[in-house]
């Protein structure tokens, strides 16, 4: 056979084959974007399943931050109360926010409360659209198109969590346990979860999904206003200390309150980071936002001390650095970063004397709690209203700085209700537990310590220890 009748047959045998496999080969080539599609939304959600489920954690571990942070401030014979006022929160509200708190913060209901119909989680699970259909706005599916919705539900399990937790530094050394825990749960249902629906549920009355439109990004209305106001109430409420204030001693641990800040200031890219509920560049800009406005407080509390005060205290670093996070969090996704330099400059400025209005008032807010989140939080929320701006958030608004003097005014409106609500709220509650359970521990058990008093142990088994030493002798 010659060279050319092979050559003959070998193009014959490849047209045949070409004509064999291209109608599935083609095929595979229509189907291929599709594939791609699915790929790449596949890839998107898992990817931001992974980033909202580690910013969970991070908020969460903002929780013992919080109390290592509180317990620095109080005396030896207090540490361990102290820091069970901010633990035991994990296992209340990790609980009722299972049973009924996410349901009546994020249910379709009113523009007040949420409705029942995910009490106890029912229909709550790995959808992640279209488990808002139906109400309105009608264009607001789901809150987090891109992460199931038990995970977008535990994400903000850890806000619920550490909110009431705030409240503990200003009735420190002084409050029952039992009637503590109490108060936080009523709290947590009463309050705080009303007001997160307000502001971030579809519906609420003062949110972006069909309310007033306050602007508050990760939670300076939600979180640090309603603990801050509700703190100085129940300071207030429960009177001072025994020793306040002739008789106050300094903190016992200040390694403690650096740990404790650290913690927080770590944990607070999952609060605010997070906050744009999906892995990319909102995150990033918030991510990038809460760092700077930690940094330019945390400067400005040292210079304001070592200016007027001669010395800049480990103590001063801490509780600016907290103070410029307070600040930042309404605010972390709608500004650029030299917004946040400003906004955490000028919140740890107003913070600083605050904390120094308060010692002149004779207010025993035992941690300064609502000098710093109460009024850190209404400074971050006025500031919003200033340097917020749809350049960096297209589904934000500008704010004064950029033609939209009317955000301020809706900011306002928004802490004036804020106010209200965690004032008069935290009042009635006090009241009715202090004629049920009664608030105070005795006179005589205060001076003893919480610890021994309250949970029959010690922080540092020094007098429990000495206690027992000598009864066996």
């Known amino acids: 056979m010659s060279k050319k009748e092979v050559l003959k047959k070998v193009l014959i045998i490849g047209a045949i084959a070409s004509l064999l496999l291209g109608g599935p080969l083609m095929g595979n080539a229509f189907a291929a974007p599709a594939d791609v599609n699915a790929a790449i939304t596949n890839a998107q959600t898992a990817a931001d399943t992974a980033f909202m489920l580690i910013c969970a954690a991070l908020v969460l571990l903002m929780t013992p931050g919080l109390a290592f942070f509180y317990g620095g401030f109080v005396r030896s014979r207090n540490v361990l109360n102290t820091l069970m006022m901010s633990f035991v929160l994990m296992a209340i509200v990790g609980v009722t926010w299972i049973l009924w708190g996410y349901s009546l913060a994020f249910a379709p209901g009113n523009p007040f409360i949420g409705g029942l119909e995910w009490f106890g989680l029912n229909n709550v699970g790995l959808e992640t659209t279209d488990y808002l259909k139906g109400t309105n706005p009608a264009e607001v599916v789901s809150y987090a198109p891109t992460i199931p919705h038990q995970a977008f539900m535990i994400y903000q399990a850890m806000f619920a969590i550490i909110t009431p937790a705030l409240i503990s530094g200003a009735i420190a050394e002084r409050m029952n346990f039992t009637a503590y825990s109490l108060f936080v749960l009523l709290w947590s249902t009463f309050i705080y979860s009303p007001l997160a629906h307000m502001v971030w549920a579809k519906g609420g009355f003062l949110g972006l999904y069909g309310g007033l439109g ?251 220890g000495e206690r027992i030493s000598l009864t066996n002798k």
């Open 214 to 464: 306050a602007l508050d990004f990760a939670g300076g209305t939600v979180v640090h206003i309603s603990s801050g106001v509700s703190a100085l109430v129940a300071a207030m409420y429960l009177g001072p200390r025994k020793t306040y204030p002739d008789r106050l001693s300094p903190p016992h641990n200040v390694p403690f309150i650096l740990l404790g800040a650290g913690l927080l200031w770590f944990g607070w890219f999952g609060f605010n980071a997070g906050s744009a509920l999906a892995s990319g560049g909102l995150a990033t800009t918030a991510f990038v936002a809460t760092n700077t406005g930690a940094a330019a407080a945390a400067l400005m509390w040292l210079i304001l001390e070592k200016v007027l005060r001669g010395k800049p205290t480990a103590v001063g670093a801490a509780t600016g650095a907290v103070a410029g996070l307070v600040g930042i969090t309404p605010a972390a996704g709608f500004v650029t970063p030299l917004a946040a330099i400003l906004i955490g400059g000028i919140t740890s400025f107003v913070c600083f004397y605050a904390v120094s209005f308060k010692h002149k008032v004779n207010i025993d807010d035992a941690l300064d709690t609502f000098p710093v989140h109460g009024v850190g939080g209404t400074i971050g929320a006025i500031l919003t209203g200033i340097f917020a701006t749809t350049a960096v958030n297209s589904a934000g608004k500008n704010g004064l700085l950029f033609g939209n003097p009317g955000q301020l005014v809706t900011q306002i409106i928004a802490i004036v209700v804020a106010y209200i609500i965690a004032a008069v709220g935290t009042w009635i509650i006090l009241k009715i537990l202090d004629v049920t359970v009664g608030l105070r521990i005795k006179e005589e058990a205060e001076l003893q310590g919480m610890d021994i008093n309250e949970h029959g142990e010690e922080g540092y088994n020094e007098e429990f």
